[in-house]
């Protein structure tokens, strides 16, 4: 006769099961001095099991470490593309793409606006010629790339596909994520072209898409990273990328999609700040409120669209200008919180970010940072390590409390629609007025000397001006770029550009039709990223912020 | 006239979006009792130089942080004096401290590092402003 399990028991038991046939990574788990160890501790639900509190995957890090994916870009694709095989050999594993200011919002280089910017805080691309510089020598059926772009995100999606496509590597077998997240743009980092309505088409579209042909692609990155960035709690981080997902849950669902289908291609990025516990409290809180609305609220009934993969990034913003060197330490603890919450893939900032784009030395140091926390703290042995802590359990509560506070909110703004809701908040200036009042709110605390920020308002000896080696962006990159696009243009069949533009003006002014073929078209011809946004712009209009402090 | 508010104009220069920092120096500005007059993002040199007319601005701010002030200050010094303008030029945001001498001798009348406190934000603003009423 056997005992009758307890609901723990049964958990467990399940657990097991799963993390029994999972294959792991060929190291001992066990500490420095040689104890072993057990891949979790404490009660269920156990990673892997829903709400996913405490992790995505049954075995977590004993399976596969995060990926360890540096965001970079610069100057021209060449330079880039140097960058990017440099990472490579030093064991990076993913790539990541940080374009120019131009290109972020639809221009080309030879723009008006452009000027100053070019190559500045990113590479620039202007048409496919670039695209095919930037990946040479790479095999993309084998490298997953992460491009962060979000107002043209179509067109540089369809560039990514076309330079896939002539080194004979098809759409399907590429793995990725495109930022594609439009909603964070108005609420925060502000890199928008059209209004939110139009934006909301074009993604929907680029969601179909890849669901069709890309089944290895992740369409939208929903990113709290960049509302924290600009100065919002880690609450209201969580609240409004959760609260954005839902709007493209929602949007897509109306467009007929169906929720487990792209559900499961949906990923996160988030920010991992200096408070270690408030961190670890919000990375667990993301998978346990994300599950339980796309389940209960969203009708999901496969495993893998319930799961929040979320991407973390260290903070930019608390990196400081003053004593540099020492936003090493700082990176190195936001990289321990991101892993102790139990992100996909991390990036780490450099330590002269403060002051320009890192230098190659500085970045290769942000590396080694995370190999540090993934091979030597041991952090990585046992899942979620600090689930059932008393202080981590609470702070997990109290930020989904907080967090569905603001989803009441935007409910109650869009009459029990999420997206609607968002709408709103963007449009009543509600996500940036929040913001905005919680930076403000930060800065006097640091002002009054009620924050310390080391290096900046104590402990403030030590800084040296002169002794900094910053990454410099030539002039020449500018001149290099605008000859480079002038020569396309004259040697590329302006004929066939002219046809595919207006072919995406048509296909833009009716909303059945799928955008993305046709922006494929328009690159394959050499069409630029600035004819291709402003082919949509006759159909969608342009939006502009209303200026509030 | 003594009594007179100090009016600040207050605009992000070009494509570069990151707005937390000149958000935050308007309300400072505010707080020690400005007038400040904020344009928001993606302006041009004309837009800035037209408001700054129109607003009898005494002082324009502009905050950078796409390694852009180099191009884009001295731009903006030939956009105010094409105007037949006399009016200080502040510019804040991620100035490398090597780039702060190249952008003065260019004409900016004084540049606001990361880092800078609430106090010295107003004194720096305070300071430019007395520069002009000096000449």
């Given at each position: ?242 609260a954005?997902?839902f ?50 609220r ?106 569905e506070?603001i989803f009441s909110h935007l409910e109650d703004l869009g009459n029990g629609s999420i997206l609607e809701g968002t709408?709103e ?125 | ?135």
């Amino acid at each position: 006769m056997t005992e009758e399990k307890s609901p723990n028991e049964k958990l467990k038991a399940a657990w097991s099961e799963q993390y029994n046939s999972a294959n792991l990574r060929d190291v001992p788990f066990e500490t420095m001095s040689g104890v072993p160890v057990d891949p979790v501790y404490g009660d269920g639900p156990y990673p892997g099991q829903y709400p996913y509190t405490r992790g995505i995957y049954p075995s977590m890090y004993r399976s596969r470490l995060w990926t360890m994916r540096m965001f970079a870009g610069f100057g021209t694709a060449e330079d880039t593309n140097l960058r990017f095989k440099e990472l490579l050999r030093n064991g990076g594993t993913g790539l990541s793409t940080a374009f120019d200011m131009p290109t972020l919002m639809g221009r080309d280089s030879d723009s008006e606006w452009a000027l100053g910017e070019v190559g500045r805080a990113g590479v620039a691309i202007d048409t496919l010629a670039d695209m095919e510089d930037l990946f040479a020598g790479i095999d993309l059926a084998k490298v997953s790339t992460s491009m962060t772009i979000n107002g043209p995100a179509a067109t540089l999606l369809a560039m990514y596909v076309a330079v896939a496509e002539k080194d004979g590597v098809s759409a399907s077998q590429l793995a990725g994520t495109i930022q594609n997240d439009i909603l964070k743009e108005y609420q925060a980092q502000k890199e928008y072209i059209y209004p939110p309505r139009p934006s909301m088409r074009i993604i929907t579209d680029m969601v179909k898409y890849t669901t069709a042909e890309m089944p290895k692609w992740h369409p939208v990155s929903i990113s709290g990273y960049h509302i924290r960035e600009a100065g919002s709690t880690a609450a209201q981080e969580l609240a409004f990328t959760l609260a954005n997902g839902f709007a493209y849950v929602e949007a897509a669902i109306a467009a007929g999609q169906n929720v487990d289908e792209f559900g499961r291609r949906l990923s996160f990025f988030f920010n991992s700040h200096s408070d270690f516990f408030e961190e670890i409290g919000k990375f667990r809180a993301a998978r346990r409120i994300w599950a339980r609305w796309m389940k209960e609220r969203y009708g999901a009934s496969d495993e893998r669209a319930m799961l929040c993969r979320f991407h973390t990034q260290t903070a930019g913003v608390s990196l400081t200008a003053q004593q540099p060197e020492i936003n090493i330490a700082r990176v190195g603890i936001q990289a321990l919180a991101a892993a102790l919450g139990g992100t996909q893939s991390l990036h780490t900032d450099s330590f002269d970010e403060a002051l320009a784009l890192p230098t190659e030395d500085a970045a290769r140091i942000a590396l080694r940072t995370q190999q540090i926390v993934a091979h030597e703290t041991g952090a990585t042995n046992v899942a979620d390590p600090l689930g059932g802590a008393p202080y981590v359990e609470w702070m997990t509560d109290e930020m989904e409390r907080q967090a569905e506070e603001i989803f009441s909110h935007l409910e109650d703004l869009g009459n029990g629609s999420i997206l609607e809701g968002t709408y709103e908040g963007i449009e009543n200036g509600y996500f940036v007025g929040e913001i905005a009042d919680a930076a403000y709110r930060f800065e006097r605390e640091v002002n009054a000397g009620q924050r310390i920020i080391v290096g900046v308002n104590e402990f403030t000896e030590g800084d040296d001006p002169d002794g900094r080696n910053l990454l410099r962006i030539s002039a020449e990159t500018e001149d290099y770029q605008l000859k480079r696009l002038q020569d396309i243009k004259l040697r590329r069949n302006q004929k066939d550009v002219d046809l595919s533009l207006k072919e995406i003006t048509e296909v833009a002014s009716d909303p059945a039709r799928n955008l993305m073929p046709a922006i494929i078209d328009a690159v394959k011809v050499y069409a630029t990223e600035e004819e291709i946004s402003d082919s949509m712009t006759k159909e969608f209009g342009t939006y502009v912020e209303k200026a509030i402090v | 006239m003594a009594d007179k508010k100090i009016r600040i104009l207050l605009a992000k220069l070009g494509l570069d979006g990151h707005d937390r920092g000149i958000k935050i120096v308007a309300r400072i500005l505010r707080d020690a009792g400005m007038e400040v007059i904020y344009l928001g993002l993606r302006q041009t040199t004309g837009s800035i130089v037209a408001a700054a007319e129109e607003e009898d601005a005494d002082a324009i701010g502009l905050s950078m942080h796409n390694a852009g002030h180099l191009t884009l200050g001295p731009k903006m010094v030939d956009a105010i004096s094409g105007a037949g303008l006399d009016i200080p030029l502040v510019i804040g945001g991620i100035v490398p401290d090597e780039d702060v001498a190249d952008l003065l001798s260019s004409g900016v009348t004084s540049v606001i590092g990361p880092g800078a406190s609430a106090e010295e934000v107003v004194a720096i603003v305070n300071g430019a402003i007395a520069t002009r009423e000096r000449k």
